[in-house]
């Protein structure tokens, strides 16, 4: 089975740097597209960053360009988001999915304080 777990996250000030972690089983890395997502309250989940697993290929989007950066461990089968220069606005909780698929790893709170 496809499992995708999240993790990371938590309390940070302004400034502040965090990291997740979206370790994933159940498919070979290699094949897919593994992305993280963010949704916050009373918003509609946006799309933050995604990472080709087949040639490292990566996506961000402009609101976190140059502050994000995602990587992975294809032999871990283990995707990170390493978050920097955190803002109020990044404030949401987190997802990670296998891009393509309905999978989805279990949300992972990011809450940055002013």
């Known amino acids: 089975d496809v499992q995708l777990q999240a993790s990371g996250g938590g309390l940070v000030q302004t400034g502040g740097s965090t990291r997740l972690t979206c370790a994933a089983s159940g498919f070979t890395f290699d094949d897919y597209v593994v992305g993280w997502f963010r949704q916050a309250p009373g918003k509609e989940r946006e799309g933050v960053s995604c990472?080709?697993?087949?040639?490292?290929?990566?996506y961000y989007a402009d609101s976190v360009k140059g502050r994000f950066t995602i990587s992975s461990d294809n032999a871990k089968n283990t995707v990170y988001l390493q978050m920097d220069s955190l803002k109020p606005e990044d404030t949401a909780t987190y997802y990670c999915n296998l891009k393509g698929t309905g999978y989805w790893g279990q949300g992972t709170q990011v809450t940055v304080s002013s």
């Open positions: 990472i080709s697993g087949a040639d490292g290929s990566t």
